[in-house]
């Protein structure tokens, strides 16, 4: 089996790398191929999602929503088919917004269990409960 | 919450296995002498003053500032109006961590998140604004610049409106930060300059104050920031005391300034106050001892003022939880009290909604409200030391100690606490024990209240995150326009270039940063010269 | 793929994401796999071909960023191809590259590909190869290889790149005397990267010491560099263009040669694998003493 690829980007320029390096390190231990493109405007998120070919692109946010919006309509306009789901420090309004654009979403306090079963499901290795 | 050791032992964060209780006979006989002396004495653990908090309370100090310069001045001004007792100016991170103007590409591209997490002040206007009517003479202020490349450029444009409003240099109190510890292991900016440029900066300004502003802290190492990225209290304690080593080394090596002033500049800390409260306590008192004897020991100082640690702490911001944000009320009072039992000179309390957002008003002044009720209402202020001699936290305290140096001396002999963060050695520290800690969460063996346990699907206390103001970009954009377009411009354009034949050069880069504020010189512009000159940090880190 | 072949491809959308999952095709194996590179060796293609190697933490990556700006002048587009390991446990891998880039460089004419090695042996990835056939047919005029920097030798790359560069950094003797015989003869050019670090100057009279022992009348040449802030860079990359200028030609058809190879191969094993699993068992249960020899000669014989 043809191990699956996920782009791991931040929206935002600050540089809290603990939540993002953790939840890497949790989808390689899941058997993922996980880039790491560290804190990257919207049309470098674009163009590396597009040149990785991944399965799911993986968007950490820490900053005003807009920001992260912006990313994941370009994403989704560039690749319809390419899943996105989101951690950080998102306040609910903001989840509630990514959600609205079909994204899954994890606010502080996730566990890496949900995150990783989230990836399989994104990623078709599994299906949805 | 309870950590469990392999054979179901319980354990303290710093890998210290924990008895079921203590006699007089666990405190090793090495601390037991020292153990009796009483605050006042050395080493110092039981604290400096033999009155404590009846002679000086601690200083009610809160991280504050979004927007506009304006905002954050109106926030501030709320602050020490609900009695806070300092003053802190957060600077936006996009800018000034990275020393961009506004319309640097990188900023352009996420223009809404300017003035989210700190006010834009791109030149002293900026500065001024944002300290308008604030108590600068009479008050401890802390000018920001907790990012190495900010710091110069934030110090001086704090000096030089203080100079424009007529007060004396020589007598102006207060901090920068300017720690290693954020700037390189716990929040990486995109671009930074190499640690052996930070050291330089950092030295310039050591000598600098020593010099001119005798009253200004002027660096402070953050062993918080270690402690937020995953450093277990040992670790905190072992590799800032291997920070200080750093610039000391370097004052020493320099020769310009006596060692011991330096010494006395670099005393001035901070730590972070964790949720295990006799720990993040002992973890206070070992800063205190280990302080004085390392100065005793390596560069024979033993005057008391010099060997006098004072304390910032802040509580863990990672502590606060996202669900049930209320909860996180009793967590900060709880981490202030570790924090006051250890006897810390100055104390900030991280908002109920930090997992959220910067703080709202009303978590900012809950923040300090609790410090004000631990101050009037517990009796925590009513006797120096009040844990020294119990069994417990003198074994803790010795044991901390001892764990601590070990780290120290593991880190010295990796070639010293900069090339510890330049290989990356410190981070893999970092990122192992938070490995650790998530998984004991994910399993079960931990728990956090409202997260893994007692949960509240709806939550009448539910609150969203605070967004400061909205114009913050489009307003500093217009500023950025107003300053280049009326300042003398031939004025700033000598400053920058002096600047960048400093930075070329091993002259103090200071007075030539105190020249290119009071040009007008912006941040981005300061920023360019260092990217030309010094290039780019190669981080250790992926991601 | 012919939809993507030819210089305007580089600049096409579409024609990245045909090429992006031309590569993804590529790596998951099998038939497909050399069909496409197949349809890609139909293609004219001029390609130069650059492998970087060293031992991690060289700076290998950061090299690559600064020695883009100039190769994007001197060749109008670039692909990079960086390899990094699988666990071999899970899978999984890490592929932390891009985060060493400029990306101010990164305007169309940029394509980066990270790929794990997922068990491939030799520095590269399985896939490697085929790719770079791929990114010449869709006319990407230099294709640099990062190899996976496990600090032994990594001889795969030398088979595919038209010039390989060695990095390595002052102060690392021990290391460097261990891997000498290998590392010296991988390289056409030399760098010591993080070259305002100690043991510069040591390090480099090591290195030109072995390179004098190689049989050869002109050895490769040392560069000094700091990656980090572009010093000795322009001298390192004039000195590569000049390389791979020079570099024979050979190369393309060999690169051509290993996948007609690596195809034949492919159909070998398959056919093989047909006649065991065929219902006239090959190896009867009655005769254990039956040798490699007369099996093949039996399988030879169903062939024909």
């Not at chain 2, 800018?95 to 700190?118: K, S």
């Not at chain 2, 295990?276 to 070992?286: L, S, T």
Request: hydrophobic share 40%; proline share 5%.
């Amino acid at each position: 089996m043809k191990p699956k690829r996920i782009l791991m980007a931040k929206t935002g320029l600050d540089g809290h790398w603990r939540g993002p390096t953790i939840v890497a390190r949790a989808l390689r231990d899941a058997g993922f191929e996980v880039i790491m493109i560290g804190m990257a405007t919207t049309a470098e998120i674009v163009a590396a999602a597009v040149d990785e070919d991944v399965d799911l692109v993986g968007l950490n946010i820490g900053g005003h929503i807009d920001v992260a919006l912006r990313a994941v309509d370009a994403v989704q306009s560039a690749a319809p088919e390419m899943p996105i789901f989101a951690g950080g420090t998102i306040p609910p309004h903001a989840c509630k917004q990514l959600e609205a654009k079909g994204l899954e979403v994890f606010p502080p306090g996730s566990m890496l269990a949900d995150i990783v079963d989230s990836a399989n499901r994104l990623t078709g290795l599994s299906e949805a409960p | 919450m309870r950590a469990k050791g392999p054979d179901d032992t319980v354990q303290a964060c710093s890998d210290i296995p924990l008895k079921p209780y203590y006699t007089a006979e666990d405190i090793p006989s090495a601390h037991a002498a020292r153990a009796n002396q009483a605050p006042g004495e050395a080493p110092y653990h039981r604290g400096f003053h033999p009155s404590g908090y009846r002679s000086k309370p601690w200083r009610i100090f809160q991280l504050s500032g979004f927007g506009k310069p304006e905002d954050e001045n109106e926030r501030i001004k709320f602050l020490l109006k609900n009695g806070e007792t300092g003053f802190i100016m957060e600077h936006d991170r996009n800018t000034a961590d990275h020393c961009y103007n506004v319309d640097h590409p990188e900023v352009l591209a996420r223009r809404e998140d300017v003035g989210l997490t700190g006010a834009v002040m791109q030149s002293v206007r900026d500065t001024a604004i944002c300290l308008d009517g604030l108590p600068m003479d009479t008050s401890f202020g802390h000018a920001g610049g907790a990012v190495v490349q900010h710091a110069p450029f934030a110090l001086a444009a704090y000096w030089t409106v203080a100079k424009q409003r007529g007060y004396d240099l020589e007598r102006l109190a207060g901090t920068g930060q300017s720690d290693f510890n954020l700037t390189y292991l716990g929040c990486i900016t995109k671009q930074q300059i190499p640690t052996d440029a930070g050291l330089r900066f950092n030295a310039d300004i050591i000598e600098f104050c020593t010099e001119r502003l005798p009253r200004w802290v002027p660096v402070s190492i953050a062993g918080y920031n270690g402690a937020d990225t995953g450093l277990t209290p040992d670790q905190e304690l072992g590799s800032l005391f291997a920070n200080a080593v750093e610039y000391l080394d370097e004052i020493k090596k320099r020769g310009r300034i006596p060692l011991d002033v330096a010494a006395r500049g670099c005393g001035g800390v901070s730590f972070r106050a964790s949720i295990k409260i006799f720990e993040e306590a002992c973890k206070m008192r070992a800063a205190r001892l280990m302080w004085s004897d390392l100065l005793k020991e390596r560069y024979g100082i033993t005057d008391e003022r010099v060997a006098n640690l004072r304390i910032h702490c802040v509580t863990a911001g990672s502590k606060m939880a996202y669900q049930q944000p209320m909860n996180n009320l009793v967590r900060g009072a709880l981490m202030a009290v570790s924090a006051v039992l250890g006897g810390v000179q100055s104390l900030g309390v991280s908002g109920y909604d930090e997992a959220l957002s910067i703080p709202s008003e009303h978590a900012h002044q809950m923040s300090v409200r609790i410090q004000q009720i631990l101050m009037e209402e517990t009796g925590l202020t009513d006797v120096t030391d009040p844990l020294g001699g119990s069994y417990y936290v003198e074994t803790l305290t010795a044991q901390l100690v001892e764990k601590a140096w070990t780290f120290f001396e593991e880190i010295l002999s990796r070639g010293g606490y900069l090339a510890c963060l330049d290989s990356g050695w410190l981070h893999a520290k970092a990122e192992e024990n938070q490995h650790k800690e998530f998984m004991q969460t994910e399993s079960g063996e931990a728990n956090i209240v409202g997260v893994t346990m007692a949960h509240d699907d709806s939550s009448p206390f539910e609150i969203d995150g605070f967004i400061g103001s909205d114009d913050a970009f489009d307003v500093a954009l217009e500023r950025l326009a107003e300053v280049k377009r009326s300042r003398h411009e031939k004025g700033a354009a000598d400053a920058l270039k002096r600047l960048e034949q400093v930075c070329r050069s091993d002259d103090n880069i200071m007075p030539v940063m105190m020249d290119c504020l009071e040009a007008e010189a912006t941040l981005g512009e300061v920023g360019d010269v260092y990217r030309e000159v010094f290039g780019d940090w190669r981080t250790p880190i992926q991601s | 793929m012919s939809d993507s072949a030819g210089a305007g491809g580089v600049d096409d959308f579409t024609a990245r994401r045909t090429l992006a999952k031309s590569i993804s095709a590529i790596e998951s194996g099998g038939p497909e796999a050399l069909a496409i590179e197949q349809t890609a060796l139909e293609q004219p293609g001029s390609a130069h071909v650059l492998g970087i190697t060293g031992p991690p933490g060289a700076g290998k990556s950061s090299l690559i960023s600064a020695l883009l700006p100039h190769a994007l002048a001197h060749y109008g587009s670039v692909a990079v191809l960086a390899v990094d390991p699988s666990s071999s446990v899970t899978g999984g891998a890490l592929l932390g590259d891009r985060v060493r880039m400029d990306y101010r460089h990164f305007d169309q004419k940029v394509f980066f590909r990270s790929m794990a090695s997922r068990g491939h042996q030799g520095g590269i990835a399985a896939a490697t190869r085929a790719s770079v056939n791929v990114l010449d047919a869709a006319g990407w005029s230099l294709v640099i290889i990062e190899t996976l920097g496990i600090g032994q030798v990594e001889l795969d790359v030398m088979a595919l790149a038209d010039r390989v560069a060695v990095v390595l950094n002052p102060g690392w003797g021990d290391s460097f005397q261990a891997n000498k015989a290998g590392l010296t003869e991988q390289g056409d050019a030399f760098v010591l990267n993080k070259a305002d670090r100690p043991g510069l100057e040591q390090a480099t009279i090591l290195l030109e010491q072995s390179l004098q022992c190689l049989p050869t009348a002109d050895p490769p040449s040392v560069f000094p560099t700091v990656a980090t802030d572009g010093e000795g860079v322009p001298e390192l990359w004039q000195a590569l263009a000049r390389l791979l200028q020079d570099a024979p030609r050979a190369q393309r058809s060999r690169r051509r040669s290993a996948a007609v190879w690596e195809g034949a191969r492919n159909q070998l094993l398959q056919d093989f694998d047909a006649f065991l699993a065929s219902p006239d068992p090959p190896t009867k249960a009655d005769s254990p003493s039956e040798n490699a020899a007369d099996l093949l000669q039996r399988f030879y014989q169903r062939q024909d």
